[in-house]
Nanobody, 123 residues
Framework: VQLVESGGGLIQAGGSLSLSCAVS????????IGWFRQAAGNEREMVSC????????YYGDPVKGRFTMSSDNVKSTLYLQMDSLKPEDTADYYC?????????????????WGQGTHVTVSS
């Protein structure tokens, strides 16, 4: 599996940004895929994740109602639309997949990661 993120950058608080992740070697639908982020000095956390176990999309509490994950299976691309951005959203954002068939969104299950794209939200 190969993943390549794009779309990061500098944005003012309250603004919007869209991230993309080009995915190859991955079958959408039966395996977990999602976005994660890691701020300086913090642990990596889930932003949004599609669970293969119940085919639902989940969001981390800090981004609920502001971020939306979607995919274009034909283009093999995962997206993250980020609205109402806050300075605390500043982080490196990664897309990742799990090889756990019909698996859930547990971070430990994600073994393939992109190189990340950095988002800075200024106040």
């Amino acid at each position: 599996v190969q993943l390549v993120e794009s779309g990061g950058g500098l944005i003012q608080a309250g603004g919007s940004l869209s991230l993309s992740c080009a995915v190859s070697g991955f079958s959408f639908g039966d395996y977990p895929i999602g976005w994660f982020r890691q701020a300086a000095g913090n642990e990596r956390e889930m932003v949004s994740c599609y669970s293969g176990s119940d085919r639902s999309t989940y969001y981390g509490d800090p981004v609920k109602g502001r971020f939306t994950m979607s995919s274009d299976n034909v283009k093999s691309t995962l997206y993250l639309q980020m609205d109402s951005l806050k300075p605390e959203d500043t982080a490196d954002y990664y897309c990742a997949t799990s090889a756990d068939y019909l698996g859930d969104c547990a971070l430990a299950h994600f073994g393939s990661w992109g190189q990340g794209t950095h988002v800075t939200v200024s106040s």
